[in-house]
Structures are given as structure tokens and as C-alpha cells.
């Protein structure tokens, strides 16, 4: 109790003495605390804001950031059975709309441009006189997939027209056209896609 007693009477003399010394000096000696101590102290940060409400803005930016990277690296990682599981939505739903009807999942699709570098003296010309249009135009094989048929391919999300046929393309096989020889090139070939025409 006394020691209780001793150590409180220090305090207050000490916080009584930050504004004179003297004081400070017997606060010091009785409680043993130094005033340089209660001058010299900062309050303690957790998670970016400081204790009496001062916001540490840099923190917080960086918690921000953190969050963010930890949001996207979430979305990176997801499973590839989750994606597959979307797809597989998507395709039921397109066959249960009763307008696609699906030609199989065994089509090779590539890629080509408009220009002559993959259309020779044909480029800009479709072979039914249509004019090539991004998102649209498809050469198939007019046999398999006859012209003008509305068709979806599997991992892309437009709807395409036949309206152009070429020399390899034959059986099941989907030639679709993109903006230049430089995307057409790095999109390769795609195996094993499902098809679907519209009744």
C-alpha cells in the first residue's frame, strides 16, 4: 500500500513538474521515471492509424495495395475446376435456349487475317461476297457447315457467320478471322472445341 502510495505521489508530481523543474526532479526521484521519457514518446501505430487518431496515410496505402494484390492473386489462382464448371454452364445453357444445337466438342479452330499474308489476292474478300468484319466472319467448310449458318465456338464469345471457306479448311475445321497476322499467330490452334449452330 505504501509502495502504491509513493509511486502515485511521484506521478502526479511528475506530470505536475513538465511544467516546472523542480517539481519534475522529486516526481523523478520518488517514482523513478525520467520526464525525457513522457517528452520523448510517440504513440504506438496498428495497422496504419496511430492510437490518438492521427491516420498514418502511407500505411494505409499500403494496406490498400496489400489487399488489392491478395484480391487479384485470389482470382489468378482460382481452379481450373471452377472455370471448367462455368464453361460447362454456359454450354448447357445454350443447348436448354432449344435454338443452338451443338456439332460436337472434336473441332480444331485456327485463326487469319484480311490482309493478302493469309488470304493471297483474295484479301478483304470473303468467298460470298461479304465484307470481313472482326467478331463475325468465319471460313468453315460450306459441306460440313453450310454459308451463312450462325455459329458459337467454345471459349470465345461472339457470334459468328460462315461466310468465307479456304483450301485447308475442310471437315471440322474453323478458320476465324482476327485483326492481323501478328494475333493470329500467337492465338495457334485450338483443339478439341465444341461447336453449336443455330436452327
Known amino acids: 500500500m ?69 484480391a487479384e492473386s485470389d482470382a489468378e489462382s482460382e481452379p481450373v475446376e471452377a472455370q471448367t464448371e ?19 466438342d472434336d473441332w480444331v479452330i485456327t485463326y487469319y487475317c484480311p490482309l493478302s499474308c493469309c488470304n493471297d489476292q483474295w484479301a478483304w474478300k470473303t468467298s460470298t461476297q461479304e465484307p470481313m468484319q472482326l467478331h463475325h466472319t468465319i471460313a468453315v467448310d460450306p459441306s460440313v ?17 460462315a461466310e468465307d471457306c479456304g483450301g485447308g479448311i475442310k471437315g471440322k475445321r474453323i478458320d476465324v478471322l482476327v485483326d492481323n497476322c501478328s494475333i493470329a499467330n500467337k492465338m495457334g490452334v485450338d483443339r478439341n472445341v465444341e461447336v453449336w449452330v443455330k436452327k
Open 86 to 104: 462455368e464453361t460447362k454452364e454456359e454450354e448447357e445453357a445454350l443447348e436448354a435456349d432449344g435454338e443452338w444445337v451443338s456439332l460436337g
Open 145 to 161: 457447315i453450310p454459308y451463312y449458318t450462325h455459329v458459337r465456338i467454345g471459349g470465345l464469345d461472339y457470334e459468328y457467320v
Open 2 to 70: 505504501r509502495t502504491r502510495f509513493v509511486v502515485g505521489l511521484g506521478m502526479a508530481l511528475l506530470l505536475l513538474g513538465t511544467e516546472t523543474p523542480a517539481l519534475a526532479q522529486v516526481g523523478n526521484h520518488i517514482a523513478g521515471f525520467d520526464i525525457r521519457w513522457i517528452r520523448e514518446y510517440e504513440p504506438s501505430k496498428e495497422d496504419g492509424v496511430s492510437m490518438v487518431g492521427e491516420p498514418d496515410w502511407n500505411a494505409e496505402l499500403e494496406l490498400n495495395m496489400a489487399a488489392e494484390s491478395d
